[in-house]
């Protein structure tokens, strides 16, 4: 004769459905379109943004833009532009909340610098509060296109992304934008390309292969 189910059973099983079905949202990879005019930088993730300032990177003049990543939101990351990875350096630390200044510093993050043609790019896939799992796909000399998938944050994050002198920043702080679709800056000059769609590689068996944090 079958055991007749408890509530307590019955509850378990509903928050395991939960859960699994949380993750499976939360680790998707929606197709982008990304745009190919010339000179536009994109957003390297989807959120919102916090900061967008003036700002020195190793004594050189330039532009940050922070991106607050909501636990709804997509969690994997993109190139802002074409290029290849110069450098890319895996920085541990703090786990303050994602939206704080400080964050930007003191957090567990994965540094990108992407050499491009509108010179040095910097990058930061910024672990958070509840994220706490910086995962890079790339490795340093890696060529990348410009709204290319390069990694994830888990659960919550920040990203911030340093252009050069020169950049004319199109978005504001409060602005949502899309990684890989929304046009966040624009550099002088600039050739169309032709960009790798983000949907390529499967997310599922990039998440398989990276047990790691960059």
Known sequence: MLALRTPLSLTIGAVLIFLALFVFYFFRNP?????MEPGVVVSPADGRVVVVKDEENAGRPGKRISIFLAIWNVHVNRSPAAGTIAKLEYKPGKFLAAWAEKASLENEQNVFTLSSEYGEIVFKQIAGWVARRVVSWKKTGDQVGRGELVGLVRFGSRVDLWLPEGAEIAVKVGDNVKGGSSVVARMPGGAEVSPKQGG????AQKIKESGRGA
Not at 31 to 35: A, H, T, Y
Not at 200 to 203: A, K, L, R, V, Y
């Open 31 to 35: 197709d982008r379109k990304i745009p």
């Open 200 to 203: 390529e590689p499967s997310i």
